[in-house]
């Protein structure tokens, strides 16, 4: 595990208070969350690991510094010498995602937005993520949450438990129906999580989490639906070691788990 962390008093305070196993890495930025401004990580044809570097715009220029946040793809491949490839879109890693075979999931309400590609029309951006994720088959979700300050990124509507196997929002309202009929009639199984009662941030979901290493992480929000959801997880995924965390502090911040996260697969270095 590595955490980036600015330089100065910020890396000084992490140390004391992580365990030495956690790698600290010292590159300046402007905001947490790792699933938008670090590269994608893939692995090419032969295997090596790479990193597709993505251009970043703060989420449609919506903070008024984001330059650090747009250099640390950079920073973190010279760090590992791992090749960069740099994509001509703007986009954020929690917008797209993919289930390793050949399809990826994403919504028209964050990457159709004029705030993030206007001269790219929804073919062109189609082609070009199908080009860099090495994909076949595009599935466009309508909507997001509501109120979600990313334009809906899909990462807190709906996530891939397998290939054929999609893990979705069940919020109240046409938002989440029409989602779930595009994915129905595009063949994929749904299993529903409900929507965390009695927390009034938004974009509250339980589908922020990440994957590690034979477990997940998922979020806590303070809510009576937070058992339910974990009874859930675990049965969906038996082999696998669930631990629910208290992260409502980090989605005040406007994310969750799942956005302040970077898996890196395994792959020749």
């Not at 965390?245 to 994310?255: A, F, K, N, W």
Request: proline share 6%.
């Amino acid at each position: 595990v590595y955490m980036i962390v600015n330089p100065g008093s910020e890396a000084e305070c992490a140390k004391k208070m992580l365990p030495s196993e956690i790698n600290l890495i010292e590159i300046p930025h402007d905001d947490a969350w790792a699933r938008d401004n670090c590269p994608e990580f893939a692995l090419d044809q032969s295997g090596k690991l790479v990193a597709i570097d993505w251009k970043f715009n703060a989420w449609g220029w919506k903070y008024p510094t984001w330059k650090l946040d747009d250099a640390v793809p950079k920073a973190l491949c010279d760090l590992w010498n791992i090749e960069r490839i740099e994509a001509p879109l703007f986009l954020e890693g929690g917008s797209v995602h993919v289930n390793g075979e050949g399809a990826l999931l994403a919504t028209e309400e964050c990457l159709l937005n004029p705030n993030r590609n206007p001269d790219r029309s929804k073919l062109e951006i189609k082609a070009c993520l199908l080009d860099y994720f090495g994909a076949n088959k595009m599935v466009w979700l309508p909507f997001g949450l509501e109120g979600d300050e990313t334009d809906g990124h899909v990462d807190n509507v709906a996530c891939f438990a397998s290939p054929n196997h999609v893990l979705l929002h069940s919020g109240k309202g046409t938002r989440m129906e029409a989602c779930a009929k595009v994915l129905t009639d595009a063949g994929f199984e749904i299993s529903t999580f409900p929507e965390p009662e009695g927390v009034t941030i938004p974009a509250a979901s339980y589908i922020n989490f990440s994957f590690v290493n034979g477990g997940i992480v998922m979020p806590a929000l303070g809510s009576k639906k937070d058992s339910e959801a974990f009874e859930k997880m675990k049965a969906l995924f038996p082999d696998r070691e669930v631990v629910q965390v208290d992260s409502i502090e980090v989605l005040r911040g406007g994310g969750n788990i799942h956005c302040i996260t970077r898996q890196v697969p395994r792959g020749a270095r």
